[in-house]
Protein backbone atom coordinates (compact mmCIF):
# COMPACT_ATOMS: atom_id res chain seq x y z
CA UNK A 1 0.00 0.00 0.00
CA UNK A 2 1.32 3.27 -0.18
CA UNK A 3 3.30 5.23 2.38
CA UNK A 4 2.00 8.46 2.80
CA UNK A 5 5.70 9.41 4.29
CA UNK A 6 7.30 9.40 1.05
CA UNK A 7 5.73 11.23 -2.32
CA UNK A 8 5.46 8.96 -5.52
CA UNK A 9 5.05 10.28 -8.76
CA UNK A 10 2.92 9.05 -10.99
CA UNK A 11 4.32 8.77 -15.14
CA UNK A 12 2.20 11.88 -15.86
CA UNK A 13 2.93 14.05 -13.08
CA UNK A 14 7.12 13.05 -13.64
CA UNK A 15 6.13 14.47 -17.27
CA UNK A 16 4.60 17.41 -16.11
CA UNK A 17 7.48 18.16 -13.22
CA UNK A 18 10.25 17.27 -15.85
CA UNK A 19 9.00 20.19 -18.55
CA UNK A 20 8.27 22.66 -15.58
CA UNK A 21 12.10 22.13 -14.34
CA UNK A 22 12.76 22.10 -17.49
CA UNK A 23 12.20 25.66 -18.39
CA UNK A 24 13.34 27.04 -15.06
CA UNK A 25 16.86 25.60 -15.80
CA UNK A 26 16.75 26.99 -20.03
CA UNK A 27 15.63 30.29 -18.06
CA UNK A 28 18.60 30.55 -15.43
CA UNK A 29 21.05 29.11 -17.49
CA UNK A 30 19.87 31.84 -20.16
CA UNK A 31 18.89 35.06 -17.48
CA UNK A 32 22.26 34.51 -15.55
CA UNK A 33 24.89 32.78 -17.79
CA UNK A 34 23.98 32.72 -21.45
CA UNK A 35 25.50 29.83 -22.03
CA UNK A 36 24.82 26.19 -23.30
CA UNK A 37 27.36 24.90 -20.75
CA UNK A 38 25.32 26.59 -18.18
CA UNK A 39 22.75 24.71 -19.50
CA UNK A 40 24.15 21.38 -19.29
CA UNK A 41 25.56 22.21 -15.69
CA UNK A 42 22.70 22.95 -14.48
CA UNK A 43 20.75 19.83 -15.30
CA UNK A 44 21.49 17.56 -12.43
CA UNK A 45 19.42 19.52 -10.46
CA UNK A 46 15.87 18.38 -11.80
CA UNK A 47 16.18 15.80 -9.36
CA UNK A 48 16.05 18.65 -6.23
CA UNK A 49 13.11 20.44 -7.91
CA UNK A 50 11.36 17.29 -7.86
CA UNK A 51 11.95 16.68 -4.29
CA UNK A 52 10.94 20.47 -3.59
CA UNK A 53 7.85 19.85 -5.43
CA UNK A 54 7.41 16.06 -3.91
CA UNK A 55 7.25 18.11 -0.27
CA UNK A 56 5.03 20.44 -1.19
CA UNK A 57 2.59 17.62 -2.83
CA UNK A 58 2.58 15.43 -0.25
CA UNK A 59 1.06 18.00 2.63
CA UNK A 60 -1.73 18.16 0.22
CA UNK A 61 -2.02 14.73 0.31
CA UNK A 62 -1.66 14.19 3.74
CA UNK A 63 -4.28 17.14 4.06
CA UNK A 64 -6.73 15.41 2.14
CA UNK A 65 -6.03 12.18 3.90
CA UNK A 66 -6.73 13.74 7.41
CA UNK A 67 -10.54 15.02 5.63
CA UNK A 68 -11.35 12.01 4.38
CA UNK A 69 -10.36 9.85 7.26
CA UNK A 70 -12.38 12.50 9.68
CA UNK A 71 -15.26 11.11 7.28
CA UNK A 72 -14.46 7.24 7.92
CA UNK A 73 -14.58 7.45 11.20
CA UNK A 74 -17.42 9.40 11.58
CA UNK A 75 -19.01 6.40 9.23
CA UNK A 76 -17.82 4.14 11.57
CA UNK A 77 -19.34 5.45 14.56
CA UNK A 78 -23.20 5.85 12.50
CA UNK A 79 -22.29 2.50 11.61
CA UNK A 80 -21.50 1.33 15.03
CA UNK A 81 -24.30 3.35 17.00
CA UNK A 82 -26.55 1.11 13.87
CA UNK A 83 -26.07 -1.99 15.69
CA UNK A 84 -23.29 -3.45 13.33
CA UNK A 85 -20.32 -5.46 14.85
CA UNK A 86 -16.79 -3.37 15.01
CA UNK A 87 -15.10 -4.94 11.51
CA UNK A 88 -18.64 -4.65 9.78
CA UNK A 89 -18.44 -1.12 10.49
CA UNK A 90 -15.62 -0.37 8.95
CA UNK A 91 -17.09 -1.90 5.57
CA UNK A 92 -20.12 0.07 5.70
CA UNK A 93 -18.22 2.84 6.50
CA UNK A 94 -16.70 2.00 3.01
CA UNK A 95 -19.19 2.06 1.29
CA UNK A 96 -20.22 5.43 2.57
CA UNK A 97 -16.74 6.65 1.59
CA UNK A 98 -16.99 5.46 -2.01
CA UNK A 99 -20.32 7.36 -2.59
CA UNK A 100 -18.90 10.86 -0.94
CA UNK A 101 -15.58 10.45 -2.76
CA UNK A 102 -15.28 7.33 -5.51
CA UNK A 103 -13.10 4.52 -5.88
CA UNK A 104 -10.21 6.75 -6.38
CA UNK A 105 -10.14 8.33 -3.10
CA UNK A 106 -6.88 7.64 -0.84
CA UNK A 107 -9.22 6.45 2.11
CA UNK A 108 -11.47 4.45 -0.33
CA UNK A 109 -8.26 2.63 -1.40
CA UNK A 110 -7.10 2.23 2.53
CA UNK A 111 -10.02 0.72 3.27
CA UNK A 112 -10.49 -1.76 0.34
CA UNK A 113 -6.85 -2.64 1.53
CA UNK A 114 -8.44 -2.89 4.89
CA UNK A 115 -11.67 -5.37 4.34
CA UNK A 116 -9.46 -7.40 1.67
CA UNK A 117 -7.10 -8.19 4.51
CA UNK A 118 -10.19 -8.60 7.16
CA UNK A 119 -11.48 -11.56 4.89
CA UNK A 120 -8.06 -13.18 5.26
CA UNK A 121 -8.23 -13.07 9.08
CA UNK A 122 -6.07 -10.62 9.54
CA UNK A 123 -6.82 -8.76 12.97
CA UNK A 124 -8.31 -5.05 12.42
CA UNK A 125 -6.28 -3.69 15.06
CA UNK A 126 -3.35 -5.20 13.09
CA UNK A 127 -4.24 -3.10 9.92
CA UNK A 128 -4.99 -0.05 11.45
CA UNK A 129 -1.63 0.01 13.13
CA UNK A 130 -0.24 -0.48 9.82
CA UNK A 131 -2.31 2.55 8.50
CA UNK A 132 -0.90 4.70 11.25
CA UNK A 133 2.43 4.06 10.66
CA UNK A 134 2.03 4.74 6.67
CA UNK A 135 -0.15 7.49 7.34
CA UNK A 136 2.48 9.46 9.59
CA UNK A 137 -0.19 11.29 11.03
CA UNK A 138 -0.65 12.14 14.76
CA UNK A 139 -4.47 12.74 14.44
CA UNK A 140 -4.08 8.54 12.83
CA UNK A 141 -1.78 7.78 15.61
CA UNK A 142 -3.72 9.59 18.18
CA UNK A 143 -7.47 7.48 16.89
CA UNK A 144 -5.56 4.34 16.29
CA UNK A 145 -3.83 3.86 19.99
CA UNK A 146 -7.27 4.94 21.23
CA UNK A 147 -9.70 2.80 19.36
CA UNK A 148 -7.12 -0.26 20.81
CA UNK A 149 -7.63 0.50 24.46
CA UNK A 150 -11.06 0.74 24.08
CA UNK A 151 -11.52 -2.40 21.97
CA UNK A 152 -9.17 -4.13 24.57
CA UNK A 153 -11.55 -2.34 27.71
CA UNK A 154 -14.80 -2.46 26.09
CA UNK A 155 -14.85 0.99 26.06
CA UNK A 156 -17.79 3.53 24.59
CA UNK A 157 -16.28 3.02 21.12
CA UNK A 158 -19.31 5.31 19.42
CA UNK A 159 -18.58 8.20 21.85
CA UNK A 160 -14.81 7.92 21.71
CA UNK A 161 -14.87 7.80 17.48
CA UNK A 162 -17.16 10.64 17.62
CA UNK A 163 -14.50 12.79 20.30
CA UNK A 164 -11.78 12.19 18.02
CA UNK A 165 -14.13 12.92 14.52
CA UNK A 166 -14.93 16.29 16.24
CA UNK A 167 -11.27 17.28 17.32
CA UNK A 168 -10.45 16.39 13.87
CA UNK A 169 -12.41 18.43 12.73
CA UNK A 170 -11.86 21.66 14.60
CA UNK A 171 -8.08 20.93 14.17
CA UNK A 172 -8.94 20.72 9.64
CA UNK A 173 -11.35 23.88 10.33
CA UNK A 174 -8.39 25.57 12.02
CA UNK A 175 -6.00 25.01 9.54
CA UNK A 176 -8.35 25.66 6.59
CA UNK A 177 -9.54 29.05 8.33
CA UNK A 178 -5.21 29.99 8.42
CA UNK A 179 -4.68 28.90 4.89
CA UNK A 180 -7.21 31.51 4.45
CA UNK A 181 -5.99 34.18 6.08
CA UNK A 182 -2.63 33.04 4.68
CA UNK A 183 -3.62 33.19 1.40
CA UNK A 184 -2.43 36.90 0.15
CA UNK A 185 0.29 37.06 2.18
CA UNK A 186 1.60 33.41 0.30
CA UNK A 187 0.49 35.28 -2.99
CA UNK A 188 2.70 38.42 -1.83
CA UNK A 189 5.76 35.81 -1.42
CA UNK A 190 5.28 34.04 -4.38
CA UNK A 191 5.24 37.23 -6.83
CA UNK A 192 8.65 38.49 -4.56
CA UNK A 193 10.19 34.92 -5.50
CA UNK A 194 9.34 35.89 -9.13
CA UNK A 195 10.16 39.72 -8.91
CA UNK A 196 14.04 39.41 -9.76
CA UNK A 197 13.46 36.51 -12.64
CA UNK A 198 10.73 39.03 -13.79
CA UNK A 199 13.36 42.27 -14.16
CA UNK A 200 16.09 40.16 -15.53
CA UNK A 201 13.75 39.17 -18.64
CA UNK A 202 12.23 42.31 -18.94
CA UNK A 203 16.17 44.18 -19.47
CA UNK A 204 16.85 41.14 -21.37
CA UNK A 205 14.36 41.53 -23.67
CA UNK A 206 13.81 44.97 -23.65
CA UNK A 207 17.92 45.65 -23.18
CA UNK A 208 19.70 43.23 -25.64
CA UNK A 209 23.36 43.55 -24.55
CA UNK A 210 22.62 44.87 -21.54
CA UNK A 211 24.26 42.16 -19.51
CA UNK A 212 27.05 41.02 -21.94
CA UNK A 213 29.44 42.09 -19.47
CA UNK A 214 28.77 39.83 -17.13
CA UNK A 215 28.52 36.58 -19.98
CA UNK A 216 31.61 34.63 -20.74
CA UNK A 217 34.34 36.02 -18.29
CA UNK A 218 34.82 34.42 -14.84
CA UNK A 219 34.28 37.98 -12.55
CA UNK A 220 30.78 37.74 -14.37
CA UNK A 221 29.75 34.66 -13.79
CA UNK A 222 31.09 34.64 -9.88
CA UNK A 223 29.07 37.65 -9.57
CA UNK A 224 26.04 36.04 -11.59
CA UNK A 225 26.99 32.95 -9.40
CA UNK A 226 26.44 34.96 -5.68
CA UNK A 227 23.16 36.65 -6.98
CA UNK A 228 22.05 33.28 -8.32
CA UNK A 229 22.66 32.07 -4.57
CA UNK A 230 21.10 34.55 -2.61
CA UNK A 231 18.36 34.18 -5.07
CA UNK A 232 17.77 30.44 -4.42
CA UNK A 233 18.14 31.50 -0.33
CA UNK A 234 15.45 34.44 -0.20
CA UNK A 235 13.42 31.80 -1.97
CA UNK A 236 13.69 28.62 0.17
CA UNK A 237 13.72 30.89 3.59
CA UNK A 238 10.12 32.06 2.19
CA UNK A 239 8.78 28.94 1.61
CA UNK A 240 10.20 27.46 4.57
CA UNK A 241 8.50 30.23 6.78
CA UNK A 242 5.43 29.78 5.39
CA UNK A 243 5.24 25.53 5.65
CA UNK A 244 6.47 26.63 9.87
CA UNK A 245 3.46 28.73 9.89
CA UNK A 246 1.07 26.45 8.17
CA UNK A 247 2.13 23.91 10.72
CA UNK A 248 1.23 25.69 13.73
Known amino acids: MRDYRNYHYSPRERMRYFLEAAV ?63 ENAWREAHGEMVRMYGTDALMVQELQHILA ?16 ERSDMEDVNSFCQVFFFAKRSGGDFIGIIRKTAVRIGEKIDLQRQLQADLAARRLESRVMNL ?17 DVLYGNVAGVCVMSVCLA ?14 QIMQI
Not at 195 to 211: E, N, Q, R
Not at 230 to 243: I, K, Q, W
Request: glycine share 4%.
Open 230 to 243: VYLAAYALSERMME
Open 195 to 211: MPMGILLYLKVTSPGYF
Open 117 to 132: HLALNVPLEQLLGDFA
Open 24 to 86: WIALVSELFYHSWLALCLLIPFYPVYLKIRARRLLQQQKQELCIQFKETILAVAAALNAGYSV
